[in-house]
């Protein structure tokens, strides 16, 4: 099947099962939030607190009495629905398996919020495991706007599944699904399941987020860094490093339609850069050491061919910068941001960075429910992804035998 051909069968495909009956997007709507978030992290301790701003447009027909949000790190903890599907269904993750039943106390991930206010007026809280229920103190009529302050804390949890610290590579923060995230609120209710490991389903919206942290350390985030000049580490040129007068460097990022925030941190980034004609600002971290940086200087040229082509064949890619960086395990997609474990030759580099970089057309454009339709993420994706492949390496598959020649270097 030629390229054109194909794409169009897939785009019918997902017009055809967009505009069935049960799916109908004519009274389509959306929330939309508006975000600020402040965390200091104690690289001691692994603890860390934080505030919490959140604007609620409630775009739906519907009066919202309540708000849900994730608390995804309490899936990091003995006991937890995440720990006990792991270890009794018949096929599990391997790379969960028992370990959060074998986390110490000091190793355990923690998300709590301690308290929430609605103009002044205290919130009920219900903490549930890995989701919280807040009864606001008034509600929010369609077409109106809420605005709910919250602090939270918690403890960042060695990195068991994608989040956490201290991964496989040695990467010290994998900071994804950190802060209370608030539900997502579509025509089917709310999307507040308990998390067991699966993936995300979130709201449209802005985010400032300001890091504290150790000087020592190079942060790399969703969003574009506000301030390069105060925190150096690569971001402005002429400044390597910058110190804090107390020894930490607060890092602003900020981030305009997305819908969730991630960040990674470690002493050992470096950072190189690489700009798409016409396209995005691509940074890399990755922990310097010869091996490593052998590889990942390789990695631009195949990514700015990368992002040219989706560019062309798929959509423009929205945003100004995207950033893929060493972390997490695997490969994860979050909006302008990813993560994937960088110890890899070449063309293992370049197949799971072009995979999770499709991510930002379809999940990170379309902000799908990736939970209820892995399809359309990961389908959609992957036939994409085999596009660029075939683009950057010739042959007509993602499996071609000059593709897996690279692969094997």
Known sequence: MTFARSFYVAASAAALLSSSPTMGQCDRWQQWIQVALTVDLDVQTHRFTGTESLRYTNNSPDTIQELWFHLYFNAFRPGSEMDVRSRTIS??????????????PEEQGELRVGSMTQAGKAVRLEHLGTVLRARLASAIPPGSTGEVELLFSGQV?????????????????????????????????????????????????????????????????????QNPEEVGHGYAPEQARVRGGDGRTQWHFRADSVHDVAWVADQEFAQITAQVPNGPLLRFFFQDTPELRAEWEQLPAHM?????????????????????????????????????????????????????????????????DEGHFPWMDEGFTEYAGSKVMQHLFGGTAIRTPAHMKVIAR
């Open 304 to 368: 700015v061919r990368s992002f040219q082509f989706m560019s062309e064949q798929f959509g423009r890619y929205p945003w100004s910068e995207y950033t893929i960086a060493q972390g997490g395990d695997g490969g994860m997609e979050y909006p302008m941001l990813t993560l994937i474990t960088g110890k890899r030759k070449l063309g293992s580099l370049v197949g799971v960075s072009v995979h999770e970089s499709v991510h930002s057309w379809y999940y990170g454009v379309l902000a799908s």
């Open 91 to 104: 096929d599990p993750d391997p790379r969960v398996g028992s370990r959060i039943a074998a986390l110490a």
């Open 157 to 225: 949890p060695v990195q068991v599944r994608r989040s956490g610290r201290n991964n496989v590579e040695g990467v010290a923060y994998s900071m994804a699904q950190w802060y209370p995230k608030v539900a997502a609120y579509d025509a089917r209710g709310w999307h507040a399941e308990p998390y067991v490991g699966r993936e995300f389903y979130g709201e449209w919206g802005n985010y400032n987020l300001e890091i504290s942290l150790d000087s020592s350390y190079t942060v790399a985030a969703t969003g574009v860094l």
